[in-house]
């Protein structure tokens, strides 16, 4: 076993929900991510969905639970000492699949070791071991700091500002999107303004996202409101009335993870090619989506697959860049926007 030190430290991360091209909803959730060495774990692991069990969504207790557990303040939940490390976002069923691996205690250091995708009860090494992650050894007090943090912070912070204020004038189209927000799991309410909302209930969005119809003036109003009740948000202006662009652009709206810890860091749809930036090995879904004739939206998925980190030039099918038309980039933790230029 390596000798050397690892640092060990968390930060905010996102599994980015979803309306996917082919009507699929992915769930969104908020997690707390394991920094190793000042890099995200789950960058280590290029093709993999996956949440990390100190989940915001979760009740408190099951939380407090968890990060006991990484303290080894309780059993193991599985044989020989493993841990699951990254589960399923969907279910967290040990069937769907999870990163697992042996923690121990060596001294006064924490030991993260055989790290192993597991299926059954039983981690099979020889045949599902990541034979190049690990071992890491953690200093005892940085460790236990970290993990220590999140038991006096409110767990259910980050999930009470999971929620969105729709403003806009086109009503249908404000019902759907709030059905598709809370299909993913994400919170929704319908407003013309925020006149008269107590500073209680603007503390629970995270986002307002307006209408392509709603002007300047009553924009700037809501600002206001917002602005004396000495709540911060994000604002989102809504490219156009098609369901999975908007939902991508409140996603990526309500991404609270570090901008340096990001697997895609730059979208640019110009010239028939889509240009993006990634920081690490991973899976990305490139979908144009346009507004055709009577407003009807189009959508064109046009590249899905496992790129290196750089950057990558993809080009577009030139039915995708017709008319009124944006290019939505995605990974498991990110997604970008961005409006097809000439």
Not at 172 to 196: E, F
Not at 255 to 270: G, I, K
Request: proline fraction near 5%; hydrophobic fraction near 45%; aromatic fraction near 8%.
């Amino acid at each position: 076993m390596s000798a050397e030190y690892a640092t060990f430290g968390l930060a905010p991360a996102m599994r980015a929900g979803g309306v996917l091209a082919n009507g699929d909803y992915q769930v969104h959730r908020d997690f707390v991510d394991f920094i190793v060495d000042g890099r995200p774990l789950l960058f280590q692991l290029s093709d993999l969905d996956a949440v990390s069990p100190l989940a915001s969504d979760v009740p408190p207790s099951i939380f407090s639970a968890q990060v006991r557990s990484l303290l080894l303040e309780a059993e193991a939940p599985l044989t020989r000492d493993r841990y699951v490390i990254y589960g399923c976002p969907e279910c967290a069923d040990l069937a769907c699949g999870a990163v697992t691996a042996v923690i121990e205690r060596d001294g006064d250091d924490y030991v993260w070791r055989d790290f192993a995708w597991q299926t059954e009860e039983e981690a099979d090494l020889k045949l599902n071991g990541y034979t190049g992650i690990g071992p890491f050894r953690f200093h005892g007090p940085e460790y236990r700091g970290a993990l220590q943090s999140l038991l006096s912070e409110s767990a259910a912070e980050p999930s009470s500002r999971r929620r969105v204020l729709l403003i806009g004038a086109r009503v249908a189209v404000l019902a759907r999107l709030a059905a598709a927000l809370r299909a993913i799991g994400i919170g929704a309410d319908i407003a013309h303004d925020a006149t008269g909302v107590s500073a209680e209930e603007l503390r629970a969005y995270g986002a307002v996202a307006f209408g392509r119809a709603v002007g300047e003036a009553d924009r700037d109003a809501v600002r206001r409101v917002f602005d004396r009740a000495g709540v911060q948000v994000a604002y989102v202006d809504g490219l156009a009335p098609i369901i999975p662009l908007l939902v991508a652009q409140i996603e990526h709206a309500l991404d609270r993870s570090p901008t340096e810890q990001r697997r895609l860091t730059r979208l640019v749809a110009a010239g028939g090619q889509a240009g993006i930036e990634i920081t690490s090995t991973c899976r990305v879904e490139l979908t144009a989506y346009r507004l055709g004739r009577l407003h009807r939206p189009h959508t064109y998925r046009f590249f899905e697959g496992i790129l290196p980190a750089g950057r990558h030039r993809i080009g577009l099918d030139p039915q995708a860049m017709k008319g009124e038309s944006f290019i939505v980039a995605r990974t498991s933790g990110t997604v970008l926007v961005e409006p097809m230029g000439r």
